[in-house]
C-alpha cells in the first residue's frame, strides 16, 4: 500500500488544520493506522491510532485537541487538529500496520509497516 499525507501548512496558535492520509495500491483494509510526528532535532513521537473498526488511542499530550478518524470506503484517514500549540509544530507521518483487523493500536513505530512522505506542520504564537 502506498500512503500519501496531504493538509499542512502554517496556522496561528488556537488554530486548526486538518490532515488526510490517501491510501492506494493493495491494502488497507483491516490494517490500523497511525498518526506520528516528528518534531526538529528530537525523535518521531507517536500521536494518534486509530482500528479498522474505529477504535481510537491517543499520546496524552494531544487528547482532546486532536481526533484520528477514517473513511474506509474511501481508503483515507484524517487527523483533525484543533487548538493548535506551537509544540505541534512538526512533519507528521501516517502509517500503517499491516497485521489483518487487529484491534490493538501500538505506540512504537517500529510495528507499522508502511509510511508516507509526511506532511509540515507549523504552529506561530
Known amino acids: 500500500v502506498q500512503l500519501q499525507a496531504s493538509g499542512g501548512g502554517l496556522v496561528q496558535a488556537g488554530g486548526s488544520l486538518r490532515l488526510s492520509c490517501a491510501a492506494s495500491?493493495?491494502?488497507?483494509?483491516?490494517?490500523?493506522m497511525g498518526w506520528f510526528r516528528q518534531a526538529t532535532g528530537k525523535e518521531r513521537e507517536f500521536v494518534a491510532g486509530i482500528s479498522w473498526s474505529g477504535g481510537t488511542y491517543y499520546a496524552d499530550s494531544v487528547k482532546g485537541r486532536l481526533t484520528i478518524s477514517r473513511d474506509n470506503a474511501k481508503k483515507t484517514v484524517f487527523l483533525q487538529m484543533n487548538s493548535l500549540k506551537p509544540e505541534d509544530t512538526a512533519v507528521y507521518y501516517c502509517a500503517a500496520d499491516r497485521r489483518q483487523f487487529g484491534t490493538t493500536i501500538s505506540a512504537s513505530s517500529d510495528e507499522y509497516d508502511y509510511w508516507g512522505q509526511g506532511t509540515q506542520v507549523t504552529v506561530s504564537s
Open positions: 495500491g493493495r491494502g488497507f483494509v483491516g490494517y490500523v
